[in-house]
């Protein structure tokens, strides 16, 4: 009884349970190995993972070294074998398997199980996609696999060379703050809502622009105003989609910023008076986005491309503007402070500051009609942001007809709030 209460207590402690799972995750990438009739099967690559795990269980490095270099030798035989043997094929797939089941092993045996875990499950679907992904590698044009690269280098490149944390900029006497990463990570989302945004237009026509439209904008309705003025600088006709995108990002946004309150309130006395107001630019947002395009028929968009870099990079410059303009002003106001603050988070995340605002309501340091002042100041902030944004994208009318449709529905929110209030 006492060992089965320690083992179910903390059983991946114990080395025979993770011998076990390394052994168990190798016959697991090995399944599709064997299905597939290839030279190495469950057995072998559930031997290479219990190998890797015994090698780091004894704190031997060099073992360890020479079981890789083992696994090296057994995938070269294998490749050998295909080369001389043509109906067998080169196995270099396999190779590389039977090197990730070693890693497996060594990462499980070294109590990262999650990482191997997850590494086993990773390679397994890609093991299991082959054809899928070899179908869609094969069907990409020049201007989409340029597209993938430079979002490769956007995101995984440059994002990690920006200094971590704040930096401090003087802006006319003025100290603000900014962060580079979070600007840059804007970028990044606009350039990946593009390529959702991308795939969907091209399989669902204009319509696919209202999923891109209603999705982002729970992620982050900023974002898909970016790439909208991307979308509409390669196909001027599709202004009114992008338009009704761009209302849909914003209903979104009014309806996650809704169930951020209501979550988090429940317990601690519902600001029901914010539901009013949100609802409302909900509720005018979706009407208006059905009447800014023609949903009767279906209509097929020539994109050139997911994304162009230099549309991209150029809205991630005007949005750190902006956060720098915000900064500046919530200093200069001084100790009106919260409300101040709260407007300027919304330019970057009306969520964030939806949250912030939940926050202190929940620990007592603002009452509940500030908390309500303070979640709508901020889904106004992400409105005025959108107008603000379009407006240096370029395409008059459609900047035009963004900014009309935003004072709307700031006038729509501001009398709700009115109506709330008195």
Known sequence: MSIALQLGSAPLEQPVVRLVLATALGLFLGLEREWSEKAAGVRTFAL????????????QPVLLALGGVLVFAQGAVLSVRGLLDPEAGLSL????????????????AAELVVEGVAVAVITSLLLLEKHELHSIA?????????????FAILAFVI??????????????????????????????????????????VTTYGGRGVAMTGFFGGLASST????????????????????VAAILLAVAAMALRNLAIVLAFTINQGLLLDVAVPLLAIVAVAGGLAVRSADWSEPVEFDLE????????????????????????????????????????????SSGGATTSAVILYRSGTIGPATA?????????????????????????????????????????ATEATLIVVL
């Open 48 to 59: 290479i993972s219990l190998l890797a795990a015994t090698l780091v269980t004894l704190e």
């Open 93 to 108: 797939t396999t190779w590389v398997a039977m090197f990730v089941a070693y890693g497996v092993g060594a990462l499980v």
């Open 138 to 150: 094969g069907g990409l044009t020049r201007p989409e696999l340029r597209s993938a690269s430079e």
């Open 159 to 200: 994002y990690p060379l920006l200094p971590q944390g704040s930096v401090e900029l003087v802006v006319r006497s003025v100290t603000v703050t900014l962060e580079p990463r979070v600007a840059w990570m804007m970028v990044v989302t606009v350039a990946a809502i593009g390529i959702g945004n991308y795939v969907i």
């Open 223 to 242: 974002a898909v105003v970016g790439s909208m003025i991307d979308y509409v600088q390669q196909e001027s006709d599709a202004r009114g989609y992008a």
């Open 305 to 348: 491309s997911p994304f162009a870099v230099r549309n991209v990079v150029g809205f991630g410059a005007v949005f750190a503007i902006v956060l720098v303009a915000g900064s500046a002003a919530e200093q200069e106001l001084g100790q009106i402070g919260f409300y101040a603050a709260t407007a300027a988070t919304g330019f970057v």
């Open 372 to 412: 309500t002042v303070g979640v709508l100041l901020a889904t106004a902030a992400s409105i005025v942001v959108k107008a603000l944004l379009t407006g240096v994208g370029g395409d008059r009318a459609f900047a035009r007809a963004v900014s009309i449709r935003s004072a709307l529905l700031l006038a729509v």
